[in-house]
């Protein structure tokens, strides 16, 4: 088969992170027979710097008009002074929202190989834990109305926080079918004790609960669950929650793991394209210095292969050669114990290649 790739290579070490996920998909598709054919489009800083726009209508045509879209990291200091509206972040977001990826699946899971990473005691760790954390993507205080007014001379910022219960059943109805095929709980997150927001969050999700009995839901406040996901990770397994409350709650479960470096994301619609990215930045600090950590990107393609192309055993295969050259020692900076070897950004690329 033949599959459409828009790849938006990005800021930092987006180019170089990319540039071995791009590796591993060709010697995937030379191992299985499916080609991969690659457009690569500007987003974000490289728009900026190229067309002085974020997210050029060009880019999003072709995004459309792909089978599914690999994006690197977007950002940087050099375009701290840009207008908040073509931020390279806004980039990202028009990107979610033009493509209605209102799903974004950011799993989290504990390496054996790495768990002297984990920054939790081993007696909390116990038997490791593997949490999927369902965030809504194109909702919530993120895309409401934005405003600034003034009250007794002084300034005012407003950020309306809203969501409809026709997005609070789409994300929930992901969360529970991811579910099914995992241990069958879901935890939902919000702020009901406060937010009317979360109060019509809490009900909708309940209601849908109903449509799958099988599983078992429970709502948890969004502070508890902070406070929860280091004090004993392994109770939550399908986790979901709203915009905001997401994307803190994915960095924090990324972080126990021991390295952001390592954790993938999918963000879906109602059909394809979906659109692929490490959870992690552009770390414009290691860019250009092939130190990064491409495995991120590497397990997103997997993530692309089974959610976008309906290809498992392939991504498996991605899957089981990231954990192989993971046991065999391979290491980049941001994984490795004082004294181990460490691999640059293509060796490692290069490695995961070999084990496929
Ligand atoms: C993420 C990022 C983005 C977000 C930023 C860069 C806009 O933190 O994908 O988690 O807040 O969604
Ligand atoms: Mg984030």
């Known amino acids: 088969m033949e599959y459409k790739i828009a790849v938006i290579k990005g800021d930092g070490i987006g180019p170089e992170i990319v540039t071995e996920a791009m590796k591993v998909l060709d010697k995937t598709g030379e191992k299985f027979g499916h080609t991969f054919i690659f457009t690569e489009v500007l987003a974000g800083g490289a728009a900026i710097d190229a067309t002085g726009n974020c997210l050029p209508d060009k880019t999003v045509a072709i995004c459309k008009a792909s089978d599914s879209v690999l994006l690197g990291a977007v950002g940087g200091p050099k375009y ?10 806004k980039a990202l977001l028009g990107l979610r929202e033009q493509l209605g990826l209102f799903a974004n699946i950011r799993p989290a899971k504990m390496y054996k190989a790495l768990a002297d990473a984990c920054p939790i005691k081993e007696s909390i760790i116990g038997s490791g834990f593997d949490i999927t954390v369902v965030r ?23 950020d309306d926080m809203n969501y409809s219960v026709p997005e609070v059943v789409r994300i929930a109805r992901r969360a529970f079918e991811m579910a099914m095929v995992r241990s069958k709980k879901v935890t939902s997150v919000d702020k009901a004790n406060v937010l009317e927001t979360s109060r019509v969050w809490r009900e909708t999700v309940t209601k849908v609960a109903a449509e799958y009995p099988d599983v078992q839901l429970e709502h948890m406040y969004v502070d508890n669950a902070a406070m929860q996901l280091v004090r004993n990770p392994g109770q939550f397994d399908v986790m979901v929650t709203g915009n905001l409350f997401g994307d803190i709650l994915s960095d924090e479960a990324s972080m126990i793991t021991g390295s952001i470096g390592m954790l993938p994301s999918a963000s879906l619609g109602e059909a394809n394209p979906g659109m692929y990215e490490p959870i992690h930045g552009s770390a414009p600090d290691i860019a250009g210095k092939s130190l990064a950590n491409p495995i991120a990107t590497i397990l997103s393609c997997a993530m692309m292969l089974k959610y976008s192309f309906g290809l498992e055993t392939e991504s498996a295969a991605i899957e089981a050669a990231v954990e192989a050259a993971l046991n065999s020692g391979a290491r980049t900076a941001d994984i490795a114990k004082a004294g181990e070897h460490v691999l640059s950004t293509s060796e490692m690329g290069s490695l995961i290649c070999k084990q496929l």
């Open 80 to 89: 701290d002074t840009q207008p908040p509206a073509n931020r390279p972040e």
């Open 136 to 158: 809504e993507l194109t909702g919530d205080v993120y895309f409401g109305k934005k405003m600034r007014t003034e009250e007794n001379g002084m300034v005012v910022g407003h």
